[in-house]
């Protein structure tokens, strides 16, 4: 697994090297919505734009935009090898072979096409968007964030000699075993890499996830890219994300239609998957509405997925939920997802699995401190805990630029990056979130959203990624 990360930075042609170099290089949820998409609303027209919340880094200014264009053109031009089609076809995933249904398999073969671009730097900005048939458009998400990040890692790179990219990457080394190494040895400790989307580089990911499997061992659970889990013969993990219950309201009608979209998805959903993957995202127009106005079914659910919310509330919220409904919280599944770094993955792990590892305590921690102040601990397994490690794991070079003082701005600091649904059948969407910083759709339609479902159990946190 040794790569020589500044050499090949230094002396390779970047302008000729793909970003992504297959269509299975992104997230594994992308291929379960997609077929979801394909089987329940084929006809529906949708629009993806992609929105820098990171205010301070121009992206116009850093990736120039024939690179972008050559890169969005070569993934237009992949197609699905036969090879990858027989693993999802014969592959086991969540203990379940023929997850993906032939005939959505031989469309992936003959008539899946990603659509056009459109791209623009105006105004000094850069302008992305994506549309055309939904269950066409939908895989641009991840290919554009990869490509955009990785681009903005390359201008950086081409500044630095060969010396400074050794220290770059020498760092960055250091710091991943320093995070790996609080981890080794935490009993019941469940990880995967969820980092695809905002990563420093498809091989330093690839570097990353071989690294946790070959130090972490049955503690690292898997990989949310779907060609890395195919290269290297691990488990693929992902169920669905935020796109789907802004559709599903976008074409509500009215107001009570708006509300029931976010259960009648779930019906569909599990119509159309089972078992591990019945794990819901309650968070896209709040958690605490969700959960209160539930049918009794959504109860019988494997698990939730904590996204926008501080996942040690979330988890007490989910957790109380369920005794609430009379279910046995120890069955069910908790995964955090937003902005995890070694501290909070081991707060959530000690909290909710009932593990503390030698030389933690979450009293170290500022979102564990209440837990353990107001006497909640107990030294059990209170829900079965994982956590998704996205951005600080696959792209965490802070401090590592050699011509970059210690905490001050680099160049190779991650940014907060994301490519949204923005329209479903021509309507709007509207995603309210459990954190307002990350609110997106125009005023009007933000304030209708909040009149329907509510504000109850939100609260503003930093966005870190």
């Known amino acids: 697994m040794i790569v020589n990360l500044a050499e090949r930075a230094h002396n390779h042609n970047w302008r000729v090297d793909p970003i992504v170099r297959s269509l299975l290089d992104t997230d594994f949820y992308k291929l379960l919505m997609l077929q ?74 003959g008539q899946f096409r990603l659509p056009e671009y459109s791209v623009r730097y105006e105004d000094g900005l850069l302008h992305l968007d994506f549309r055309g048939p939904w269950m066409q458009v939908t895989l641009w998400e991840v290919y554009a964030l990869a490509i955009l990040s990785e681009l903005k890692t390359r201008a950086a790179l081409a500044e630095l000699s060969e010396f400074e990219l050794d220290i770059l990457y020498a760092r960055a080394k250091a710091r991943l075993w320093g995070k790996i190494e609080r981890l080794r040895g935490v009993p019941g400790l469940r990880v995967a890499d969820f980092g695809t989307r905002r990563r420093h580089s498809f091989l330093w990911q690839e570097y990353v996830v071989k690294a946790m499997r070959d130090s972490l061992g049955t503690s690292f659970t898997g990989t949310s890219n779907t060609y890395l889990a195919y290269k290297h013969d691990l488990e693929a993990i992902g169920t669905n994300a935020h796109e789907l219950p802004m559709a599903m309201a976008a074409m509500a009608e009215t107001d009570e239609q708006l509300r029931a979209s976010q259960y009648h998805l779930l019906e569909l959903w599990q119509n159309t998957y089972q078992r591990e993957l019945r794990v819901m995202l309650p968070d896209t127009f709040g958690t605490t509405q969700f959960l209160r106005d539930a049918p009794e079914w959504v ?11 501080d996942p040690f509330v979330a988890g007490e919220e989910y957790i109380a939920w369920l005794v609430e409904r009379g279910r046995d919280p120890r069955g069910k599944l908790m995964i955090a997802s937003d902005g995890l770094d070694v501290e909070v993955i081991l707060g959530l792990h000690a909290q909710f699995s009932g593990v503390i590892h030698e030389g933690f305590s979450a009293r170290d921690f500022e979102r564990a401190e209440d837990f353990l102040d107001g006497q909640k601990w107990k030294p059990e397994r209170r829900i079965r805990f994982s956590a998704g490690w996205g951005t600080l794991l696959t792209n965490d070079f802070r401090d590592c630029d050699p011509r970059g003082a210690k905490g001050a701005e680099s160049a190779f600091d991650p940014i907060s990056l994301v490519c949204k649904l923005a329209e479903a059948n021509g309507r709007a969407t509207v995603k309210l979130s459990d954190n307002p910083a990350k609110v997106a759709g125009a005023a009007e339609d933000v304030a209708r959203y909040q009149r329907v479902f509510g504000m109850d159990g939100m609260m503003s946190l930093p966005t870190v990624v």
């Open 36 to 109: 979801f998409i394909w089987k329940h609303f084929p006809e529906v027209e949708a629009r993806f734009t992609i929105t820098n919340r990171t205010s301070g880094v121009n992206l116009a200014e850093r990736i120039a935009e024939n690179d972008l264009r050559m890169q969005l053109e070569y993934v237009r031009g992949l197609r699905f090898r036969r090879s990858e089609l027989i693993w999802l076809a014969g592959n086991t995933f969540y203990g379940t072979r023929g997850i993906f249904e032939p005939n959505f398999l031989e469309w992936l073969d």
């Open 299 to 309: 109860a019988d659910w494997t698990g939730q997925r904590v996204d926008s919310k």
